[in-house]
């Protein structure tokens, strides 16, 4: 019902910026929670911020402060600002879309993934 495809990784020296996109195709862009996550080589995948249909978001205390969230409904659209990025930010970025709290069950899509890279 959602296909999901990242853009906007790269290579960024520590203190510099990206923002990453995730545009969804399908029916259920409207309802879902988006959410960026990220996974590093040997690390489990952690979430990294999500943002509702109506806009509320929330942040894991590793990027609060540094990462924006955000949504373009019209667009199908959803956004990760990183700014004052560090080493320890480098990971495959990955946005998903749950619909669970609609279907009443466990229901994520995700994208395939874009590779983040902060140099020292």
């Known amino acids: 019902q959602v296909q999901l495809v990242e853009s906007g990784g790269g290579l960024v020296q520590a203190g510099g910026s990206l923002r990453v996109s995730c545009v969804a195709s399908?029916?259920?862009?409207?309802?879902?929670?988006m959410a960026w996550y990220r996974q590093a080589p040997g690390k489990q995948r952690e979430l990294v911020a999500i943002?509702?249909?109506?806009?509320?978001?929330n942040y894991a205390d590793s990027v609060k402060g540094r990462f924006t969230i955000s949504r373009d409904n019209a667009k199908n659209t959803v956004y990760l600002q990183m700014n004052s990025l560090k080493p320890e930010d480098t990971a495959v970025y990955y946005c998903?879309?749950?619909?669970?709290?609609?279907?009443?069950?466990?229901?994520?899509?995700w994208g395939r993934g874009t590779q983040v890279t902060v140099s020292s």
């Open positions: 399908g029916s259920d862009f409207g309802i879902a929670d």
């Open positions: 998903s879309a749950d619909v669970s709290r609609w279907r009443g069950t466990p229901l994520v899509y």
């Open positions: 943002v509702t249909p109506g806009g509320t978001t």
